[in-house]
C-alpha cells in the first residue's frame, strides 16, 4: 500500500492514484459515520471504539462483556460501560497485587485418603498430621465443616463411617453411619439438609441418607454404567455425578431424584472426580483417560479446557477447589498437584510418595456456603413421613423441597405421608363360564389302564437308574464352584480399564511410608498423630 496515492504512476494506467480517494478523508464529514472514532485510511477509512467497547458493526461500538470470562475476576466481576469492577464475596480480601480474593481466618488445609488412613496438610504452614488410621481401603471422603465431622467410605469393610475432628484419637469415636453398601465409591454431604449422598459402583446405584443412617432411600438404580464420584449444591437443590460407563457422561438431577438430565456427553472418557465451585458457578472434573482438567458452568455450557498433560494428569482420582487454585490427587504419581483454576498455569507438586492417594478435599469454613434448610421451616422434617429433600430450584415457581418414601412404600395423597405400595394385580386365571372350568378331560381318558401301568413303571426304573448319575454330576459341579469362588476371592480385585477403586487385598494394600522417589515437591516420611486442635477446631 505504499506506493497507492503517491503521486507516482506505479500503474500504466495510474489505477494506484485514483482521483476521487487519494487526498480525500472520509472522517472529516459526519466522523465518516462512525460512533466512536474515525481512522483515515490511505483509501478509504475504518472506525474504531474506545478501550471496554467493540465494534458492534462496522460503525456502532457497544460495550463487552468481559465478566462472561470465568477468569477476568477472581470471585464477582461486575460490568461496567467501557470497563468491568472485580470485588469479593464476604469473608474475603482482594489481594492488592494479585487480585485473587484470599479467605480470611483459619489456615486452610487438604484432607485427603490414602486407603489405609486420612491425612492433612496444611495449605499455608504445611503442617502434615495423620487424623484417621487403620483402614482397610478408604477412597471417598467428605466433610460438614460446621460440625468438624468428616465422613469416609471404606470398601474393606463395606461401610460409610463418620468421626468429629476434635475427638478423633478418642477409642471408640469412629461412628459407623452405613453398614449395608457394596462398594461406595463417591459420597457427597449435604451440610445444610444434613443428608449423605453416596454412589455404589457395585449396585450401579445412587442413595441418601440421613447422618446417622436411619433413613435410607435408593434415588437412582437404572441408567448407570460406572457411577464415581459425587457432589451436592444444597443451596440450589442439584445433585451431581460421573459415569465412566459406555458412553461415559456427567449428569445431574435434583437432590430428591427428579429432573435428570446430562451435563457432559462429549470428549469425555474416565471422568473419574469432580467437584463444585459454587463461588463461580462452575463444575469441575479430572479424565484419567485423555489426561485433562476441564469445567464448564452448571448448565453444562461454556466448557474450558484448563490443563491438559500426561505429566501432571497420568491417571488422576479426585479434586477440589479453593479460592483461586484446583488441587488433585494422582494415582500414578502418587501426588497431590495444584494449579491456578482459570488457566492452568502454576502447576505446583504439594505432596509425593503417597501411595495411592485417592479422594481430596478443602477443610475450611468458606467452602459450605450458608443457606435456609426449607424442611425445617416448615416444621419438622417438612412434615414429612420419612425423608424430606431439597428440590432443584428451576425457577421461581420450584417447590423448596419434596418428601420421599423408602423402598416398598409410595407418597399418599397429602405428598407427605407414606402408605404401602399397592398389591400387584392377581395373575389371569383361566376364564370361566357359570362357576364352571371350561377344561375338558384328555380324550385318551379311556385307553387301557394296564397300558398305563405299564408305561409308569418302566419310567420309574429308567428314573432310578439315572438318579445316581445326576447326583454324581451335580457334586462335581458344586465342587467346581466351590473352588473357583476360593480362587477368585484370593484374587486381586482390579477393573484395569480403569484401575483406581477396587484394590482390596491385605497385600495390595501395604503401604511404605518410608519410601523416597523423585525429589519433587516435599516428600514426608513415617509419621504420627500430631495435635491439630487449634488449626481444625
Not at 484395569?496 to 514426608?524: C, M, Q, S, W
Request: glycine share 8%; charged share 20%.
Amino acid at each position: 500500500m505504499n506506493k497507492v496515492c503517491n503521486k507516482a504512476r506505479d500503474c500504466p494506467d495510474w489505477s494506484d492514484e485514483p482521483i476521487k480517494e487519494c487526498s480525500v478523508n472520509e472522517c472529516l464529514m459526519n466522523n465518516g459515520g462512525c460512533s466512536h472514532i474515525c481512522k483515515d485510511m490511505v483509501i478509504g477509512f475504518e472506525c474504531d471504539c474506545s478501550p471496554g467497547l467493540q465494534l458492534l458493526d462496522h460503525k456502532t461500538c457497544g460495550d463487552i462483556n468481559e465478566c462472561v470470562n470465568p477468569g477476568i475476576c477472581s470471585q464477582i466481576c461486575i460490568n461496567l460501560k467501557g470497563g468491568y469492577k472485580c470485588e469479593c464475596h464476604n469473608g474475603y480480601q482482594m489481594d492488592p497485587t494479585t487480585g485473587v480474593c484470599k479467605a480470611v481466618g483459619k489456615e486452610p488445609c487438604l484432607i485427603f485418603t490414602n486407603r489405609r488412613d486420612i491425612r492433612r496438610l496444611g495449605l499455608e504452614r504445611k503442617e502434615y498430621t495423620q487424623i484417621v488410621e487403620q483402614q482397610r481401603n478408604t477412597v471417598a471422603l467428605d466433610a460438614d465443616f460446621n460440625q468438624q465431622t468428616i465422613f469416609w467410605a471404606d470398601l474393606g469393610h463395606k461401610a460409610i463411617y463418620s468421626t468429629m475432628l476434635d475427638r478423633r484419637g478418642d477409642v471408640g469415636t469412629h461412628i459407623k453411619v452405613i453398614d449395608n453398601v457394596q462398594t461406595p465409591v463417591g459420597i457427597a454431604v449435604d451440610w445444610i439438609y444434613k443428608n449423605l449422598y453416596w454412589s455404589d459402583l457395585s449396585t450401579k446405584s445412587i442413595s441418601v441418607s440421613n447422618y446417622n443412617g436411619t433413613k435410607q432411600k435408593v434415588l437412582f438404580s437404572r441408567g448407570l454404567k460406572e457411577p464415581a464420584s459425587i457432589a451436592v449444591d444444597p443451596l440450589s437443590g442439584f445433585l451431581y455425578w460421573s459415569d465412566w460407563g459406555e458412553p461415559a457422561k456427567i449428569e445431574k438431577s435434583g437432590m430428591n431424584g427428579a429432573d435428570r438430565q446430562v451435563l457432559v456427553a462429549n470428549d469425555i472418557q474416565w471422568p473419574n472426580g469432580i467437584t463444585l465451585d459454587l463461588i463461580k458457578g462452575r463444575l469441575y472434573w479430572v479424565d484419567s483417560k485423555l489426561h485433562m482438567l476441564c469445567s464448564v458452568d452448571l448448565n453444562g455450557d461454556n466448557r474450558k479446557k484448563i490443563l491438559q498433560s500426561s505429566e501432571y494428569l497420568a491417571h488422576p482420582f479426585a479434586l477440589t477447589v479453593f479460592e483461586d487454585r484446583v488441587f488433585w490427587t494422582d494415582g500414578e504419581n502418587e501426588a497431590i498437584y495444584g494449579a491456578n483454576k482459570f488457566s492452568g498455569s502454576d502447576v505446583v507438586t504439594l505432596a509425593s510418595n503417597l501411595n495411592d492417594p485417592q479422594d481430596i478435599i478443602v477443610y475450611h469454613e468458606l467452602i459450605q456456603l450458608s443457606g435456609t434448610n426449607w424442611c425445617s421451616e416448615k416444621g419438622q422434617n417438612g412434615g414429612c413421613g420419612f425423608m424430606c429433600l431439597p428440590a432443584p430450584q428451576i425457577n421461581k415457581h420450584s417447590p423448596k423441597y419434596t418428601c420421599v418414601c423408602p423402598e416398598g412404600q409410595e407418597l399418599a395423597s397429602d405428598g407427605l405421608r407414606c402408605r404401602p405400595d399397592p398389591p400387584p394385580p392377581p395373575p389371569k386365571g383361566p376364564s370361566q363360564d357359570d362357576g364352571k372350568a371350561l377344561v375338558k378331560p384328555p380324550p385318551e381318558a379311556h385307553v387301557n389302564t394296564s397300558i398305563q401301568l405299564n408305561s409308569t413303571a418302566r419310567g420309574s426304573a429308567a428314573a432310578w437308574a439315572i438318579l445316581p448319575v445326576l447326583l454324581l454330576a451335580m457334586a462335581a459341579a458344586g465342587g467346581y464352584l466351590m473352588w473357583r469362588n476360593w480362587q477368585l476371592k484370593n484374587q486381586k480385585s482390579m477393573n484395569f480399564d480403569n484401575p483406581v477403586y477396587l484394590k482390596t487385598t491385605e497385600e495390595d494394600l501395604n503401604i511404605d511410608i518410608t519410601r523416597h522417589g523423585a525429589n519433587v515437591g516435599h516428600t514426608y516420611p513415617a509419621i504420627s498423630i500430631v495435635s491439630t486442635e487449634d488449626d481444625l477446631s
